[in-house]
């Protein structure tokens, strides 16, 4: 009986634990992002500075040239695609506009709902000017705005970007000295061997995903952006890199692309037949180049299953908005890396996915 009541009571702490974890995870995600983005891109990098630092050149030279080769790579792409990117962005209301009397052609029940929808407008205003009650009067709340969201979102972004690439500079000339560190201050030679062991696997396997699904990324954008030039379709270029983007997120982002495809093409032609085309063809293109190019690429080391990642995915997102879900699948292979040199978590690599089997 009292064994019982010890196994509860040790499920009801770890329970415990783990939602005092994910409160903190979303209270402190403003702190959080920062880190988690510069430890990301830290693993990444590090096998680059390590390689210059092996030629002679300084930890911190290396460091440096590394950053800034990827800020100025950023920074490039963004100056030439911000005007674009803005002039759609205005074109937003027109967007809805097309699409809604687009689908008021083969949605016969909208103009029911719009029927209704007059229906309370007028019955409210009969409310506002009762004569019963002249002190009654409508009011309005404005709305702040889609303009103004996305000014706080850069504004943000500019913070939390700058202390992310600080850290990370910091991290790339110090972070291994300071996990030589932490590792020689474990009790016992297995945890070091360990934890070492760890360490390494995540930097090989963070370094080799993030590069060969950004390579894998790259020429899809590209490939996309020279279709749609050659299709005609407008800007392209924006297009294209927009469509790289998204595909750093499994299965969600191919079909937020085609989304997005199908509203420009709404705005920009017709004919239905010049409507589907795009996002028809980037569809097509995309399947093809998931069922034979991704598992040619990636290999068996990055076998993931589906419905975790998917759920990994709706997970973070809720957690951290849109950028926990651009995180979602690097945090997952750090975990899957994690699970499998952890005796008692080998359960859940399996679960995940393993990449042994």
Known sequence: METNLHNKSDWAIKIIAILAVLYTLQVARDVMLPITLALIFALLLAPAVSRLQGIGLPRSIGAIIIMTIGLGVIAGGVYALASPASEWL???PEAVEVLRDQLSDVNTDSANVDAASRSIDSLANEFSTDSNNPQLTQVVIADAGWRSELGEIAKNFGVYGTLSIILLFFLLTSGEALMKRFIRSLPTQNDKAVVTRIAELAQTQMSRYLMTITAV????????????????????ALWGAVAALLRYIPYLGVSITIILFTIVSAVSYGSPAAIIAAPL??????????????????????????????LWIFFWGWLWGAPGVLLAVPLLTLFQVVCQHTERLLPVAHIIGDSNE
Do not use: E
Not at 220 to 234: C, D, E, N, Q, S
């Open 90 to 92: 205005q074109r937003v």
């Open 281 to 310: 063809s980037y569809g097509l293109f995309t399947a093809f180049t998931g069922q034979f190019i991704d598992p040619f690429v990636h290999g068996m080391r990055f076998s993931l299953n589906p419905i975790v990642v998917f």
């Open 217 to 236: 990324n790259t020429a899809v954008g590209a490939v996309t952006a020279l279709g749609l030039w050659l299709a005609g379709f407008p800007d392209p």
